[in-house]
């Protein structure tokens, strides 16, 4: 059973950074592309960058410039490096991860906190 889980969130003041990580257990295969999410409370959950396994990646506009996504050589683990956080990020993140073989995944989310 393919399992994501994520790590790397937690408390930060306005402007400092943080790096989560999300990796793959129980499956040997790479994913075609894995994402991250975001839900804020009360809001609905938003895409906020996702990368291919050709390396290309998009990103909403609100982290644009500040936030950087990158997938390890097996496409099985993806990062989010995270600048000039800003308390409007405050959100649970999650990873997302589609794969051919296996199909659509969820990690079970990490709480980013930006406040001073």
């Known amino acids: 059973q393919v399992q994501l889980v994520e790590s790397g969130g937690g408390l930060v003041q306005p402007g400092g950074s943080l790096r989560l990580s999300c990796a793959a257990s129980?499956?040997?295969?790479?994913?075609?592309?894995m994402s991250w999410y975001r839900q804020a409370p009360g809001k609905q959950r938003e895409l906020v960058a996702s990368?291919?396994?050709?390396?290309?990646?998009n990103y909403v506009d609100s982290v644009k410039g500040r936030f950087t996504i990158s997938m390890n050589n097996a496409k099985n683990a993806v990062f989010l490096q995270m600048n000039s956080l800003r308390p409007e990020d405050t959100a649970v993140y999650y990873c997302?991860?589609?794969?051919?073989?296996?199909?659509?995944?969820w990690g079970q989310g990490t709480q980013v906190t930006v406040s001073s």
């Open positions: 129980g499956t040997t295969f790479s994913f075609g592309a």
């Open positions: 997302n991860a589609i794969s051919l073989r296996t199909g659509e995944h």
């Open positions: 990368v291919g396994s050709s390396g290309s990646t």
